[in-house]
Structures are given as structure tokens and as C-alpha cells.
């Protein structure tokens, strides 16, 4: 037997756990190798030592934590014996799963309901109230444009003439815009513009509010239009 293989079984031979053939190939080995049995007696010496040692109790929870450890294994292997058995342990942890999961949702859920109804409730009845007021009442127009309250004196040639007027919340115009054959003939330019020196204009409003807004007037000899 070689030396390693002695190191390796050294504890055992000491125990008396080899075999008895083992046994006696170790104690030949020993005699004949000055390093193994250095080895063996320094093992011997340390394990004299550790047997002096005082005994060390375990603590106590320790044993109750043990205790607990093979209660759970127990339950689950009988939990697991039969498809009955697992069946019954499935339902009990999907039961318990859901309870887990809608108690912290319970109390939320409830008292949002609860206010949701008591906001409901105060509600309905300024709504009826209004309503049996205003049963009535003409509806307004949210938005109205810009019109021509009144217009100059001037007249014009014979074909229609597309102004595109901008008027502010005061209903004063603001800015225009010509044709281009407008802008090629002066006394033609001149005439619109002193008529639109004297228009005066009612502004847009939105929701009762004066604004501002784009209005189209159309002038010609025999009449003038206005398109919002």
C-alpha cells in the first residue's frame, strides 16, 4: 500500500472502521514507513485532543427549530402520499393566495364605492335643480363671427371685389387683404380703402366674449357682401 493511500484511511484505521485485511496492510505499512507513522501519531495526538474538549450543548432553538423543520416534512409527504392529497393542498393554497391578495384591495375597493355613491348622491340633485330652472331658456351659440354694422358711401366698378378683413375683440379692423388686380389699379385701391375707413364692424364672441375673427366682404356696384 502506498503512502497516500494510507494518509486517505488513516482516520478510519484509527476509528477500527477498515476492514480487517485493510487493517493489517496499514499497521505492515506503518512499521516499515518512518513518515506514515509520524503522520498516524500526529493524527492520534490531535484526535486525544479534541476528545478532551468540553461537550458543548446544542441551544435550544435548535432543537425546536428542528422539531418544526421535520413537522413541515411530515405534513408534506402526507400532503403528497395520494392525487386526493394534492388535490386538497392545491385548493387550500390557491384559497389562501386569493385571500392574501384581496384583503389589502378589500378596505380601498369599499370605501372608494362609498364615495363614488355620497358624490353621486350630492350631485343628482343640483343637476335636476338645474335643470328644472333652465327647462326653458333659449339655448346660446357658442361662437359668432364678425359682422359689418355699417358701411361708407362709395361705389365700385362692375365686377366683385373679395376684401378679406381681421377685427379684434373691439371690433376694429386690424388687417386686409386684396386681390392683385387691387393692388395693380390706385384709384381702385383708394376707393376700397376709404370705404373700409368708415365701416364699422361688430366683433366675433365665443361663448358670449367679444374676440377676434376673419370676416370676407364682397364689394360690387349694385350691393356688398359679407361672409364670415
Given at each position: 500500500m502506498?503512502?497516500?493511500?494510507v494518509?486517505?484511511?488513516?482516520?478510519a484505521y484509527?476509528?477500527?472502521?477498515?476492514?480487517?485485511?485493510?487493517?493489517q496492510?496499514i499497521?505492515?505499512h506503518?512499521?516499515?514507513?518512518?513518515?506514515c507513522?509520524?503522520?498516524?501519531?500526529?493524527?492520534?495526538?490531535?484526535?486525544?485532543?479534541?476528545?478532551?474538549?468540553?461537550?458543548?450543548?446544542p441551544?435550544?432553538s435548535?432543537?425546536?427549530?428542528l422539531?418544526?423543520?421535520g413537522?413541515?416534512?411530515?405534513?408534506?409527504?402526507?400532503?403528497?402520499?395520494t392525487?386526493?392529497?394534492?388535490w386538497?393542498?392545491w385548493?387550500?393554497?390557491?384559497?389562501?393566495?386569493?385571500?392574501?391578495?384581496?384583503r389589502p384591495?378589500?378596505?380601498?375597493?369599499?370605501?372608494?364605492?362609498?364615495?363614488?355613491?355620497?358624490?353621486?348622491?350630492?350631485?343628482?340633485?343640483n343637476?335636476?335643480?338645474?335643470?328644472?330652472?333652465?327647462?326653458?331658456?333659449?339655448?346660446t351659440?357658442?361662437?359668432?363671427?364678425?359682422?359689418?354694422?355699417?358701411?361708407?358711401?362709395?361705389?365700385?366698378?362692375?365686377?366683385d371685389?373679395?376684401?378679406?378683413?381681421?377685427?379684434d375683440?373691439?371690433?376694429?379692423?386690424?388687417?386686409y387683404?386684396?386681390?392683385?388686380k387691387?393692388?395693380?389699379d390706385p384709384e381702385?385701391?383708394r376707393?376700397?380703402e376709404?370705404?373700409?375707413?368708415?365701416?364699422t364692424?361688430t366683433?366675433?364672441?365665443?361663448?358670449?366674449?367679444?374676440?377676434?375673427?376673419?370676416?370676407?366682404?364682397?364689394?360690387s356696384?349694385?350691393?356688398i357682401?359679407?361672409?364670415?
Open positions: 502506498k503512502c497516500h493511500e494518509e486517505k484511511n488513516l482516520s484509527l476509528d477500527g472502521f477498515l476492514p480487517q485485511t485493510e487493517s496492510t499497521s505492515l506503518l512499521k516499515h514507513c518512518p513518515k507513522t509520524v503522520r498516524c501519531e500526529q493524527t492520534n495526538t490531535l484526535r486525544s485532543r479534541l476528545r478532551g474538549l468540553p461537550a458543548q450543548a441551544p435550544v435548535l432543537t425546536f427549530s422539531r418544526v423543520i413537522s413541515k416534512e411530515q405534513t408534506r409527504r402526507r400532503r403528497s402520499a392525487f386526493s392529497k394534492i386538497e393542498n385548493a387550500a393554497n390557491t384559497r389562501l393566495w386569493r385571500d392574501n391578495l384581496m384591495l378589500a378596505i380601498p375597493l369599499a370605501g372608494g364605492l362609498a364615495s363614488a355613491v355620497f358624490l353621486f348622491g350630492m350631485v343628482v340633485p343637476v335636476a335643480t338645474y335643470q328644472s330652472f333652465t327647462g326653458n331658456d333659449v339655448p351659440a357658442l361662437y359668432t363671427e364678425a359682422t359689418v354694422k355699417s358701411t361708407g358711401p362709395f361705389t365700385f366698378g362692375d365686377d371685389i373679395i376684401v378679406e378683413l381681421t377685427v375683440e373691439q371690433g376694429r379692423m386690424v388687417d387683404s386684396f386681390p392683385s387691387v393692388s395693380e381702385l385701391l376707393i376700397i376709404n370705404n373700409l375707413l368708415f365701416t364692424f366683433p366675433a364672441t365665443t361663448f358670449g366674449q367679444p374676440t377676434a375673427g376673419k370676416v370676407r366682404v364682397s364689394f356696384k349694385s350691393h357682401e359679407v361672409k364670415g
